[in-house]
Every structure is written in C-alpha cells, then in structure tokens.
C-alpha cells in the first residue's frame, strides 16, 4: 500500500509561482510512473505531468514551458514546479501512482490551486 500526501497548493495572482509535492509512504521511484493530474469544476480529469519509473518526463501542451516535474528520490517525494501561472490553472492538483505491471494505481487526496486574474 502506497499513500501519497500533496502539499503546496494555495492562491496566487495570474503570473505568479507554486511548488506542489507529493510525498510517498513507501518507495515508488524506480516502480512506480508518477504523474500529477487536476480536476477544475466541471471537466473531467487531465494528466498534466509525469515522471516515469526510468525519470524521462511528459507534460500536457497547456503546460509546456510552464511546469515542470521532478523527483527527490531520497525524500519519496515528486515535486511539481509551476510557474506563468494562468487563471485557467485553477484546480484540484492530484498526484498519481501507477504500476501497470503490479496492475496497482494510487491516489492523493487533491490540493487546491486557485490563480486570480
């Protein structure tokens, strides 16, 4: 069992910068494909980044050049940088765990990220 605790969510201004991290019971690195998804009102969830178990990266096109994602693997911890932050990047942040040769998927429970205009 792996649990994944988010941190670092909050408001900021239109322009402006958060690290989100996403801290692991267990060890995942290495296992695990790490990936950071959002939910705004009313849209279904998108994968925004990911990090897999090898540490090659991937990122969403509304986020290229803004995000980026990275790993601590001495902490268990997946960090996911935004910066140029945009209105539109508001909502529920939620960090991913997956294993599709264990067939084992984990979730955290969501950190909020609001950007005012």
């Known amino acids: 069992q792996v649990q994944l605790v988010e941190s670092g969510g909050g408001l900021v201004q239109a322009g402006g910068s958060l690290r989100l991290s996403c801290a692991a019971s267990?060890?995942?690195?290495?296992?695990?494909?790490m990936g950071w998804y959002r939910q705004a009102p009313g849209k279904k969830r998108e994968l925004v980044a990911s990090?897999?178990?090898?540490?090659?990266?991937n990122y969403a096109d509304s986020v290229k050049g803004r995000f980026t994602t990275s790993s601590d693997n001495a902490k268990n911890t997946v960090y996911l940088q935004m910066n140029s932050l945009k209105p539109e990047d508001t909502a529920v942040y939620y960090c991913?765990?997956?294993?599709?040769?264990?067939?084992?998927?984990?979730w955290g429970q969501g950190t909020q990220v609001t950007v005012s205009s």
């Open positions: 991913n765990a997956a294993s599709l040769s264990l067939n084992l998927d984990y």
């Open positions: 267990g060890s995942v690195f290495g296992i695990f494909n």
């Open positions: 990090i897999t178990s090898g540490g090659s990266t």
